[in-house]
């Protein structure tokens, strides 16, 4: 899914959490992202739980789903 960000498109993601709406990540690939960042996955909104203000890039939306579950997984069951 294309998502725009700062004045361009770029590739999005939905993570879903038993069929609800988590997160949105999107891939850093812009001309304004630093070199070290390009092609990583930024949160670009969260909802629930998972509406943080900031998180580390992730490497994979699969890192960035783990960190959804995670996020999500009541307190004392980690």
Request: glycine share 12%; hydrophobic share 40%; with cysteine.
């Amino acid at each position: 899914m294309r998502v725009l960000i700062d004045g361009h498109d770029s590739e999005g993601r939905l993570i879903l959490a038993d069929g609800q709406l988590a997160a949105v990540i999107v891939r850093l690939d812009g001309e304004t992202h630093a070199p070290e960042h390009k092609g990583l996955w930024n949160l670009e909104a969260g909802f629930g739980k998972c509406a943080v203000r900031t998180v580390p890039p992730f490497k994979t939306p699969e890192e960035a789903g783990a960190w959804v579950e995670q996020t999500l997984m009541p307190k004392g069951r980690a």
